[in-house]
């Protein structure tokens, strides 16, 4: 008996078919495994288009619109997910397991995907999170500065290595898909997300989106620790008139394109594998309801082959009114967004699609464009081989590596805008008085996206907080003395240092619509340092350039330190020459809030213009 091997007819000579059909004769009583073929979808060697076809075939209507929808863990058990057929889970800033370590999170993550690959067709979900300064959500994870600093730094190698780094402990605790990078060009300082931009021109952004090379790697999926990342807010949330958060970007469409826009190529250039909506308005009307940018320009023009998330709850404020209805639903997925992140709403999101497809308002082709790019991602990712977190990883997690280069990238963030040659500080017998509220303090260090959403002042993480950096730099006959009001301090000091600024916020909490400059404790400090006529070096802990037009007389050196997070003892380094800063300016510093909006090449006059940065006459190696 000729025995078809593998599908093709044997071709050997008649004693080995013989043979072959005698060893054959003893097994075929044994009872054959059903040979039924696994679906295509489910082989990884076949074309990411063949699998995706071959699944779209073989889902109803329930599993094609529960894919498209998003909800927060806090809404949906890993058992309600997978009843809903749900596409995605987020952790919203600051959702966190009961035991918020990189097993705790593990755990919850491979919780859904269990879930999830007990339902018939078995598709993962693909769980998202915001680890935009590093994976900011779980204790000790190694916190980055933020974007902010980054621009300054102007080294986007750097950057794709934060993003390898951030990648890597994000995969090991289980999530695959990063809502990160921030694209946003910050055209108005007074925005509260201002720190989440690399700066204000579009060349910052555009040069940094390497980050998501890191996040990716060239192609994603490729290799361990590949997350999905998100080109995020499309399209001009750092454009909106005074710089209103979710407010209206009031500019032609031209200017538009010009400054807002170019990130966004370059993402795709990088085959980023999902962009997020901003909630802002372009002329008035919603980005969720614009389907001409999304759609004909982002999807055909540019051709992003990738997939679109709503921002959250955003489909909410397409008609100004609390809760989305019928009619938003329609609008938002015909404007071409296809996963929807409806935290605590996705029942009811999937009972509006429903009628939306069943009225014919929303045709079946768009919910099929929708599902084609969401599996396109989970396969590209690799999701259907290896689901669950990768915990071989988690040796990175909040390594010495990953301190190593975030330090590296807080010294390389440091802007030094004045110095009367009171910098560096001697590394031995020296008296150096420390004050301000942000010298010892990691939560104001690390602001925004840390532990929560809003972030929190305090020894909320580990790490090196500028005041340790300074204490472990000062040599042999140094003195460092710390009080943070600056009580104590008397002319026998060689030199004080006011490490002031900001307190967390995030998103609109962190909007100054009134100007933003030096608050009353930080004024306080700083004169009462002044006093004794000792040099003061004043460093400013925020998320934006802060005004200090009227203090900078009395100031010997000032250095923008920005939000340097974990590792701030990179400041030091410094501070006392251990490394010549580099930093320059990726936002004009304004001298008067008045001045805002203020960018550069309109014709202003800031106090300190885009681009601007000092180095130490002498001395100080890299
Ligand atoms: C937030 C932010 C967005 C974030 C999302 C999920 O409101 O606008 O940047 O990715 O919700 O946390």
């Known amino acids: 008996m000729a025995s078809r091997l593998r599908g093709k007819r044997s071709t050997r000579p008649a004693q080995t078919v013989l043979l072959a059909g005698l060893l054959l004769a003893g097994?075929?009583?044994?009872?054959?495994?059903?040979?039924?073929?696994?679906?295509?979808?489910?082989?990884?060697?076949?074309?990411?288009?063949?699998?995706?076809?071959?699944?779209?075939?073989?889902?109803?209507?329930?599993?094609?619109?529960?894919?498209?929808v998003q909800a927060e863990r806090g809404a949906a058990t890993p058992e309600q997910a997978a009843a809903m057929k749900l596409g995605s889970i987020l952790s919203g800033g600051g959702s966190v397991p009961a035991s918020n370590t990189p097993t705790g999170w593990a755990d919850m993550v491979d919780a859904y995907e269990k879930a999830a690959l007990s339902t018939p067709l078995g598709i993962p979900t693909i769980y998202g999170v915001d680890a935009v300064h590093g994976h900011n959500n779980v204790y000790g994870a190694t916190i980055f500065p933020h974007n902010i600093g980054l621009g300054?730094?102007?080294?986007?190698?750097?950057?794709?290595?934060?993003?390898?780094?951030?990648?890597?402990?994000?995969?090991?605790?289980?999530?695959?898909?990063?809502?990160?990078?921030?694209?946003?060009?910050?055209?108005?300082?007074?925005?509260?997300?201002?720190?989440?931009?690399?700066?204000?021109?579009?060349?910052?952004a555009v040069e940094n989106s390497s980050v998501i090379t890191g996040l990716q790697g060239n192609e994603l999926g490729a290799k361990k620790g590949s997350v999905l990342a998100t080109a995020k807010h499309y399209i001009g949330d750092g454009g909106t008139t005074a710089g209103v958060d979710q407010g209206n970007t009031q500019i032609s469409e031209q200017e538009l394109r010009k400054t807002h826009l170019p990130p966004f190529k370059e993402a795709i250039k990088r085959g980023v594998g999902s962009v997020m909506i901003s909630f802002s308005s372009f002329q008035g009307v919603r980005m969720h309801a614009q389907q001409y940018l999304i759609t004909d320009v982002l999807k055909k023009e540019l051709g992003f082959s990738g997939l679109v998330i709503s921002d959250y709850n955003a489909i909410n404020q397409i008609d100004g009114q609390d809760g989305f209805t019928h009619e938003e639903v329609r609008a938002s997925v015909n404007a071409g967004i296809d996963m929807f992140m409806v935290p605590w709403d996705a029942p009811q999101f999937i009972t509006f699609l429903h009628d939306e497809v069943a009225a014919g308002t929303v045709k079946m082709s768009r919910i099929d464009d929708a599902n084609k790019r969401i599996l396109g991602e989970k396969f590209k990712l690799g999701l259907f081989e290896h689901p669950y977190a990768d915990r071989s990883l988690q040796?990175?997690?909040?390594?010495?590596?990953?301190?190593?280069?975030?330090?590296?990238?807080?010294?390389?963030?440091?802007?030094?805008?004045?110095?009367?040659?009171?910098?560096?500080?001697?590394?031995?017998?020296?008296?150096?008085?420390?004050?301000?509220?942000?010298?010892?303090?990691?939560?104001?260090?690390?602001?925004?996206?840390?532990?929560?959403?809003?972030?929190?002042?305090?020894?909320?993480?580990?790490?090196?907080?500028?005041?340790?950096?300074?204490?472990?730099?000062?040599?042999?006959?140094?003195?460092v003395t710390y009080d943070r009001a600056g009580d104590g301090i008397d002319p026998s000091y060689e030199v004080a240092v006011a490490v002031v600024g900001e307190t967390p916020y995030a998103e609109g909490q962190g909007d100054r619509p009134s100007g933003f400059g030096?608050?009353?404790?930080?004024?306080?400090?700083?004169?009462?340092?002044?006093?004794?006529?000792?040099?003061l070096v004043v460093l400013t802990v925020s998320g934006r350039p802060l005004v200090l037009t009227d203090q900078l007389p009395q100031i010997n050196a000032l250095v923008a330190s920005w939000l340097p997070g974990s590792e701030g003892a990179g400041v030091a380094d410094v501070l006392f020459g251990d490394y010549n800063p580099t930093g320059k300016l990726s936002v004009s510093w304004p001298a008067s809030a008045a001045q805002e909006p203020v960018n550069v090449g309109d014709g202003k006059k800031p106090l300190y213009p885009y681009g601007y940065g000092l180095k130490y006459e002498r001395g100080g190696h890299h």
Not at 169 to 182: H, K, L, R, Y
Not at 414 to 433: E, H, S, T, Y
Not at 457 to 471: A, E, F, H, M, Q
Not at 518 to 535: F, Q, S
């Open 27 to 68: 097994t075929a009583l044994a009872p054959m495994a059903s040979a039924t073929p696994s679906p295509v979808y489910k082989n990884p060697h076949a074309s990411v288009s063949a699998r995706v076809n071959d699944l779209l075939k073989r889902m109803s209507l329930d599993d094609k619109i529960g894919q498209m």
């Open 152 to 204: 300054a730094a102007g080294d986007p190698q750097l950057v794709e290595r934060i993003g390898r780094a951030t990648a890597e402990e994000v995969a090991s605790t289980g999530p695959q898909w990063d809502f990160s990078p921030c694209l946003c060009v910050a055209r108005d300082d007074r925005w509260g997300r201002t720190y989440e931009s690399f700066g204000e021109s579009p060349r910052n």
């Open 395 to 479: 040796k990175t997690f909040g390594s010495k590596d990953h301190r190593d280069l975030a330090r590296q990238a807080v010294r390389e963030s440091q802007v030094l805008l004045k110095n009367d040659g009171v910098l560096p500080l001697d590394k031995k017998n020296d008296k150096i008085f420390v004050a301000g509220k942000n010298a010892n303090d990691m939560g104001n260090q690390s602001g925004g996206w840390t532990l929560t959403w809003q972030g929190q002042s305090g020894p909320v993480i580990p790490g090196t907080t500028i005041l340790d950096g300074i204490k472990s730099k000062a040599g042999k006959g140094s003195t």
């Open 518 to 535: 030096l608050d009353a404790e930080d004024l306080a400090t700083i004169a009462k340092l002044k006093a004794t006529g000792v040099p």
